[in-house]
């Protein structure tokens, strides 16, 4: 898929991150589509480019948002997405994180070094203090990620979040600035 990539926000080694536009409707469905059975059951990013546009616009215009793609720097192919859900400021200063991989990326180190990029621009540009993660326990590879990039576990709720047609239990992870040394760089791996 050509790419014409706008500006990334912060940069890495392999991937860039940068804002969603509603030109990303055709590769991102795309890829969520090759990407259902990575996703299921834990996730379902739209597929459609109607469905697109309706997840797309709350993270381009509503500030309790951030929506961020996760591009591979040598192409700008769409390697994943991360957002920032339920933005609190005041005295909180907290944000949800939410984040998936497409399949040609997956295992491949991409959305690690994404996910870095984003905590480092959560906690520098956009003055968030904490960031949470909520993961279903079964979800071994967003655990793994999330421990990874430094989020402890904070605790269990049963029936939390509606997924797939029922109540799922979803364990917290949490990070905060203190936590996360300054500026730290990205990792890789491979």
């Not at 700008?76 to 994180?97: S, Y």
């Not at 364990?171 to 990205?186: S, V, Y």
Request: proline share 8%; with cysteine.
């Amino acid at each position: 898929m050509p790419h014409t990539a706008p500006r990334y926000l912060a940069e890495g080694p392999r991937v860039g991150i940068r804002s969603f536009t509603p030109d990303d409707a055709a590769e991102f469905t795309a890829r969520a589509r090759q990407s259902r059975d990575l996703h299921r059951p834990w996730l379902f990013p739209p597929d459609t480019e109607e469905g697109y546009a309706a997840y797309a616009r709350p993270l381009i215009e509503d500030p309790a948002r951030a929506g961020f793609l996760v591009c591979e720097k040598h192409d700008g192919a769409i390697a994943g997405f991360i957002n920032i859900n339920n933005i609190v400021r005041g005295g909180f200063q907290c944000g949800a994180l939410g984040y998936g991989a497409f399949a040609h990326a997956a295992g491949r180190g991409l959305m690690r070094e994404g996910l870095d990029l984003v905590i480092n621009h959560a906690f520098g540009p956009l003055g968030l203090h904490r960031l949470e993660i909520n993961v279903q326990p079964g979800n071994a590879a967003s655990i793994a990620l999330a421990r990874g990039a430094g989020f402890r576990l904070e605790g269990f709720s049963p029936a939390m979040l509606h997924v797939d047609g029922a109540w799922r239990d979803h364990e917290r992870w949490a990070l905060t600035a203190e936590m996360r040394p300054a500026g730290r760089p990205p990792r890789t791996t491979g």
